[in-house]
């Protein structure tokens, strides 16, 4: 089992920046895949961001030149930096942590509100 805690959201004008957190319960190299995803109000959650093991990062288009996941192994956290919001950034960032192989495991934190003002 594994816990996540997410942190840094808050309410922000459009232009402005946040820097999510989320802190994971063992160690992030023991998790093949982490990443940030949102869900607005009346939409699907859909992914934002992420990370693997190894380091390679994915990034949904609408986010990318804007936005930069990366990690802190010694504090088993992964951050989302968010730059040049927007209104449609507006949504609740929801932490995932997957196991990968052999179980195909899936963790979530229980989110945290970014909204973003025009």
């Known amino acids: 089992q594994v816990q996540l805690v997410e942190s840094g959201g808050g309410l922000v004008q459009a232009g402005g920046s946040l820097r999510l957190s989320c802190a994971a319960s063992?160690?992030?190299?023991?998790?093949?895949?982490m990443g940030w995803y949102r869900q607005a109000p009346g939409k699907q959650r859909e992914l934002v961001a992420t990370i693997t093991r190894g380091g390679v990062t994915n990034y949904v288009d609408s986010v990318k030149g804007r936005s930069t996941i990366s990690r802190d192994s010694a504090k088993n956290t992964v951050h989302l930096q968010m730059n040049s919001l927007k209104p449609d950034d507006t949504a609740i960032y929801y932490c995932n942590a997957n196991s990968g192989p052999p179980y195909y495991n899936s963790y979530w934190g229980q989110g945290t509100q970014v909204t973003v003002s025009s």
């Open positions: 063992i160690s992030i190299f023991s998790i093949n895949v």
